[in-house]
């Protein structure tokens, strides 16, 4: 398994490659996940090509089960949940490197 990257590690390996300095590259890729998230609060899909799609999808209400007391049915509302589906140029990129 690779290691986890974070967001600074993005931050400085864009800076480097684009030769912006790191302060305004964070105030860019911050303002794109901000952008991101504000597109899916409002109910949109954002489209990003040879990337994938973010979407809001809602999960339908359900009967759950608490572990501790089994005999207790529990319910779950329904709610909205943010999804990502990877582009086909995506994935095929991601299985050359098994």
Known sequence: MKNTITK???ITK???KSSQPKDVVR???QETFDSICDYLVEGNRLELRRF???SVKT???RIGRNPNAPEKNIQIPSSKVAVFKS???LKKM????K
């Open 94 to 97: 991601v299985q050359k490197t």
């Open 8 to 10: 600074e590690d993005l």
């Open 27 to 29: 105030v860019v890729i």
């Open 52 to 54: 994938g799609v973010f």
């Open 14 to 16: 864009v800076a480097e």
């Open 59 to 61: 999960r339908r209400p």
């Open 87 to 89: 582009s086909i140029i």
